[in-house]
């Protein structure tokens, strides 16, 4: 009986649960990615960008990429609005994000976040609205996206500028939906 009991104890120690490694994941600024699909024309074109100076804030590492991003913010300066077409760029600045209310930069935070939606805060032209992102992980990277609508932030007249600056080369219609994309690459330390 005292050899099974024995036994049994040195199996238990010896599981792989007794083992386990703790990790940790650490995230830089440079490894996430934000990037936004706007749309034009009747066919409803899409036109891609980002933006160049993004701040974000919260702990860059945690247990889990989970533990990290529920608490994470972000600061977008609107006037660095990146569509790799410089002529595009200054007509989207100055009729779209100047006609906001406010600073014309674009905040947010991480609200919640739960087995499949990352709930975002985010806050333009004095309005706040949660946007919720469908996310995934795999390994150690983060993707998630999900749908913007400029109307929720009364951002009217922002869609008219755009529109009116824009008319023939949006053959008269800019949407008001923009789809945002989020990529991030932890990096994993097990020990």
């Given at each position: 009986?005292?050899k ?11 599981s ?13 600024p ?10 034009k024309?009747?066919?409803?074109v ?32 609107t006037d ?10 200054i ?25 499949e939606f ?17 996310y ?11 749908t ?20 023939e ?6 949407w ?15 020990k």
């Open positions: 009986m005292k099974i009991i024995f036994l049994t104890s040195l199996i238990i120690f010896l792989p649960s007794s083992f386990a490694k703790t990790c940790s994941f650490t995230i830089k440079e490894n996430i990615k934000v990037t936004w699909t706007a749309f024309t009747p066919k409803k899409g036109v891609g960008g980002t933006f160049s100076d993004i701040k974000f804030d919260g702990p860059m590492n945690g247990k889990s990429i989970e533990e990290v991003i529920k608490s994470s913010t972000f600061l977008i300066k660095s609005v990146s569509t790799n077409d410089t002529a595009r760029d007509k989207i600045a100055q009729f779209f994000f100047k006609k906001m209310k406010g600073d014309s930069s674009i905040s947010g935070k991480v609200v919640n976040m739960d087995k990352i709930n975002l805060e985010v806050s333009m032209n004095e309005n706040s609205i949660v946007v919720p992102l469908a995934k992980i795999k390994g150690s990277k983060l993707s998630a996206a999900g913007l609508d400029v109307l929720d932030f009364a951002m009217n007249e922002s869609l008219r500028g755009i529109n009116m600056a824009c008319n080369l949006h053959e008269k219609k800019t008001n939906d923009v789809n945002l994309s989020l990529q991030a690459t932890f990096k994993k330390d097990c």
